[in-house]
């Protein structure tokens, strides 16, 4: 699987995007994907999840009510769509994939096998 995710850009607080991330694979419409983001000097953290090509999805609490994530199976392709955005959602965002996750390592990127290249979204104040 390869992905490749794009979208990002600078925005105002309040602001929205919706981030892509498309793939090449058979096994991409059977994987768990998911969105993880690293701040300028933090670690690489959790956003949304999508679990194994269906439809239950899984946020950060940071995130909870302003992202969803989605699948576009036909396109191959999974969105994930940034509503109010915060300053502190500024950070480099990364689509991952894997298809032998288990459930208890949703949170870990340590565990994900497949990885876009990263986009920039940077909200200013």
């Known amino acids: 699987v390869q992905l490749q995710a794009s979208g990002g850009g600078l925005v105002q607080a309040g602001a929205s995007l919706r981030l892509s991330c498309a793939a090449s694979?058979?096994?991409?419409?059977?994987?768990?994907v998911a969105w993880f983001r690293q701040p300028p000097g933090k670690e690489r953290e959790f956003v949304a999840a999508?679990?194994?090509?269906?439809?239950?999805?899984y946020f950060a609490d940071s995130v909870k009510g302003r992202f969803t994530i989605s699948r576009d199976n036909a396109k191959n392709t999974v969105y994930l769509q940034m509503n109010s955005l915060k300053p502190e959602d500024t950070a480099v965002y990364y689509c991952?994939?894997?298809?032998?996750?288990?459930?208890?390592?949703?949170?870990?990127?340590?565990?994900?096998?497949?990885w876009g290249q990263g986009t920039q979204v940077t909200v200013s104040s």
């Open positions: 991952a994939a894997s298809s032998s996750l288990i459930l208890s390592s949703l949170y870990s990127w340590t565990q994900y096998n497949y």
């Open positions: 694979g058979r096994t991409f419409s059977r994987s768990t």
């Open positions: 999508l679990w194994r090509g269906g439809s239950t999805t």
